[in-house]
C-alpha cells in the first residue's frame, strides 16, 4: 500500500499547484474557454458549453507533461 499513498501525495501536490496558478493567474486566463471551437448555445432559457478546443488544449499539454516526466524519470 505505500505506493498508493506516494501517488495520492503526488496527486494532492499537483492539485495545490494548478489551484495557486490559477488563483494567482486567473485574470490571465479569459481566453481560456473561449477558443475557436468552444461549443456555446445560449436561449431564454437555457445555456449549453462544451469547452472542445480547450479539452483538446489541456489534454495536449498533460500527455506532453506526463511524457516528458517519464523520460526525466
Do not use: C
Request: without cysteine; aromatic residues 14%.
Amino acid at each position: 500500500m505505500q505506493p498508493i499513498g506516494k501517488y495520492i501525495m503526488i496527486a494532492g501536490i499537483a492539485i495545490v499547484v494548478i489551484g495557486l496558478v490559477v488563483w494567482l493567474a486567473g485574470d490571465k486566463l479569459d481566453w481560456f474557454g473561449n477558443l475557436p471551437g468552444d461549443i456555446r448555445v445560449e436561449h431564454k432559457n437555457f445555456r449549453f458549453y462544451m469547452p472542445i478546443t480547450s479539452m483538446i488544449l489541456i489534454s495536449v499539454l498533460l500527455s506532453l507533461l506526463l511524457w516528458v516526466f517519464r523520460r526525466l524519470f
